[in-house]
């Protein structure tokens, strides 16, 4: 049975368990077993014990974000050390690309990324199919190693000692159900509305550059509420209010076309949802540029479908 390593930067350990959950069904089935650095036990060596792991493991998972690039540990040992075990056919090495990050010029940039095209997962509108698509890549990977196992290279790569210390084998099975508080996802609405503000002043920034004859205008508000707004040769096309609900709306982050200090209407709402993990956001579904209620969006999911709603009709009309 193949067995898979992550090297992660422990910033990113909420979207390690979130991708080990969806590796959860080719353990059951016995295609991998995974490790990662906290499955280390109290007293063993932490450093000779990943050492083990990065020097025999058959499939080599690479968590790339700017907290891995930027890790002295995680780019200039874990995965340098991966790549020379690639390039002898020691282990297969697949980059997942969970953040945008200069990456392409990093010496794994040569290699197929996942999820698709090497669209960092937390820009997805739908995190748990970005995860799927990684674990359908491992479930390749698996069987591709097992009907061309390289034994002849991998005798040749170090071996586990015969004396290894055993006492510290456990699962890395150790998440418990998680709860949130009010005061949390009131925090994360907050930050995600902050998010999708910058999202979208620096995407009507960038429109009227790569368009010619367009210009986007970015007004915020007040602390809760911002315009926006796209031209075409000086006359408006698209209008949006983006702004955290009132009245009716008042536990959600609401999107209405044009311009409005009200807050009493929207055509689509974003609800802040956790599940025994994490917090995300949930679409109501209500535009038909919209998504999904069923998605689990990130803040750059939700911001991007918020954004979908204000140029979708510029990109499916005569404008």
């Known amino acids: ?6 090297s992660y930067s422990h910033i990113d350990e909420a979207l390690r368990d979130q991708l080990e959950k969806q590796l959860a069904m080719l353990k059951r089935q016995g295609v ?15 450093h000779a014990s990943i050492d083990d792991h990065i020097n025999t493991d058959d499939i080599i998972l690479l968590l790339v974000s700017a907290d891995f ?22 282990a297969i090495v697949i980059p997942v690309i969970l953040r945008a990050c200069d990456w ?26 970005a995860m799927l698509q990684v674990a359908k890549a491992v479930r390749e990977a698996s069987a591709r190693f097992m009907s061309n196992p390289v034994t002849e290279v991998r005798s040749q ?9 055993r006492t510290g084998l ?23 509305f902050e998010y999708i503000a910058r999202f979208f002043e620096n995407s009507l920034s960038e429109l009227g550059e790569r368009n010619r004859g367009y210009e986007g205008v970015f007004r915020r508000i007040d602390a809760n509420r911002f315009f926006a707004t796209i031209y075409r040769d000086g006359k408006d096309v698209a209008r949006g209010t983006v702004y955290i609900g009132g009245d009716v709306w008042g536990r959600g982050i609401c999107y209405v076309e044009g311009e409005t200090t009200a807050s009493n209407s929207t055509n689509e709402s974003l609800s802040v ?5 994490t917090l995300y956001l949930k679409s109501m579904g209500m535009a038909s540029f919209g998504g999904s209620r069923e998605q689990k969006l990130s803040q750059e999911g939700a911001a991007e479908l918020l954004w979908g709603i204000l140029i979708g009709r510029l990109q499916n009309s005569s404008y």
């Open 157 to 165: 790569s170090p071996q586990r000692p015969a004396d290894i210390d």
């Open 273 to 277: 949802e956790s599940d025994d993990q």
């Open 32 to 46: 991998i077993e995974t490790w990662h650095d906290r499955r280390i036990g109290a007293g063993q060596d932490i």
């Open 69 to 90: 690039i930027a890790s002295d540990y995680c780019y200039d040992i874990e995965m340098q050390r991966a790549m020379e075990r690639h390039e002898r056919n020691e």
């Open 104 to 129: 392409h010029s990093a010496p794994f940039g040569k290699l197929n990324a996942v999820p698709r095209d090497g669209k960092p997962i937390t820009q997805w509108t739908d995190i748990d199919e």
């Open 1 to 6: 049975m193949p067995s898979v390593f992550f």
């Open 170 to 192: 456990r699962s890395s099975n150790m998440r418990l159900t998680k709860t949130f508080t009010q005061r949390e996802k009131d925090q994360f609405k907050l930050d995600t």
